[in-house]
C-alpha cells in the first residue's frame, strides 16, 4: 500500500514573508519608474496667460522678444520671470499701448476652461495717462492741473464700469483660473533730477495721487469678480524715478521706454508680489 501523499503547505508566517517580499519588489520597481519619469509628466502643468498692457509686456526693460507682434514683449518681464519661477505654461498675451477693448478682442481668446492662472494689467492707457505725462512734463507748458483732472473723472465715472465688464468676460471665458490683478507704481518723489522734464513737485505728487485713485477703482472691480490685486505701491516706494536705484524709468530714449518699469522693477517689484 503506497503512503498517501501529503502536499505540504507554507506556515501562515512564511506566506506573509512572501506576500511582504513581493509587495517590496513591486514598490522598489515602481520607484525606478518614478525616478526615471519626467517631474513635468508627475504634476500637471500650470497653464498661464499673461494679459494687459506695456506694464506687463515689459516695455521699459529695453529687450524685448522679436515676435513680429511690436507688443514689446520681454524675458525681463514680471510674467516671463514668474512663469519661469513656478515653472508653469505661459501664454504671453499683453500687448504695449493695450487698452481694455485691446484686451477684450484680441487678448480673451487665448483663455479657456483649461486656464490655471492668469495676470492682467489695464486701465492706465484707457486714462490717457501718457497724454497727461506729456503735458505735464513739457518745458514751458504750465501747470497741467486740468489734465490730471480729466483723468481723475474718467477713472472714477467710466473706468469702474469698463473693468466690470472685462473681469466679468475673464470670469466666463476662464472659469477656473486663479486670476491677480497688478496695480501702477507711484512714479515720481518729488525732485527734479532731468531738467527736461519740467514736473513741479505738486504736479508730481498729484500724478501720485491719480495713480493711486486708479489703484483703488481697479482693487475694488477686481474684488467684486473675486480676483486677487497686487498692490505694487510699497514695493516700488523709494525706488520711483530721481532715486537710487530707480525702479522706473525717467525720460528715456526711445521715449516709449519712459515712465515704465525697468528690469530692477519688474524682478525686484512685482515678481516677488505675486502669489
Given at each position: ?50 494679459l ?20 514689446e ?13 513656478i515653472?508653469?505654461n ?29 495676470t ?11 497724454d ?17 483732472a ?20 475673464i ?26 522734464v ?43 524715478v ?34
Amino acid at each position: 500500500m503506497n503512503p498517501p501523499h501529503i502536499t505540504s503547505r507554507p506556515s501562515p508566517s512564511k506566506k506573509i514573508w512572501r506576500q511582504l517580499r513581493n509587495a517590496s519588489v513591486i514598490t522598489a520597481f515602481i520607484g525606478l519608474l518614478l525616478a526615471f519619469t519626467p517631474a513635468a509628466a508627475l504634476a500637471q502643468e500650470t497653464n498661464y496667460v499673461a494679459l494687459g498692457d506695456s506694464y506687463a509686456s515689459g516695455t521699459g526693460t529695453r529687450a524685448y522678444i522679436d515676435d513680429g507682434s511690436g507688443c514689446e514683449r520681454s524675458t525681463h518681464a514680471h510674467p516671463y520671470l514668474y512663469a519661469n519661477h513656478i515653472g508653469a505654461n505661459l501664454d504671453f498675451q499683453a500687448c504695449a499701448g493695450a487698452r481694455i477693448p485691446n484686451v477684450r478682442n484680441s487678448q480673451l481668446a487665448a483663455l479657456g476652461p483649461d486656464t490655471d492662472l492668469i495676470t492682467i494689467s489695464v486701465g492706465g492707457n484707457d486714462t490717457g495717462w501718457v497724454d497727461v505725462l506729456i503735458s505735464c512734463g513739457t518745458p514751458f507748458s504750465g501747470p497741467c492741473w486740468d489734465d490730471i483732472a480729466q483723468a481723475e473723472r474718467y477713472i472714477q465715472e467710466e473706468l469702474p464700469a469698463e473693468l466690470n465688464g472685462l473681469y466679468a468676460d475673464i470670469n466666463t471665458a476662464a472659469p477656473n483660473a486663479n486670476v491677480y490683478v497688478t496695480g501702477y507704481p507711484r512714479l515720481f518723489n518729488g525732485e527734479r533730477c532731468n531738467w527736461l522734464v519740467d514736473l513741479s513737485y505738486e504736479e508730481q505728487m498729484a500724478l501720485n495721487d491719480a495713480a493711486d485713485l486708479l489703484n483703488s477703482v481697479i482693487a475694488s472691480a477686481a474684488a467684486g469678480a473675486g480676483f486677487g490685486f497686487i498692490d505694487v505701491t510699497g514695493a516700488f516706494t523709494g525706488h520711483a524715478v530721481c532715486d537710487d536705484p530707480e525702479y522706473l524709468n525717467g525720460l528715456s530714449w526711445p521715449l516709449g521706454e519712459s515712465f515704465h518699469p525697468n528690469t530692477l522693477g519688474h524682478s525686484q517689484g512685482y515678481l516677488p508680489l505675486l502669489p
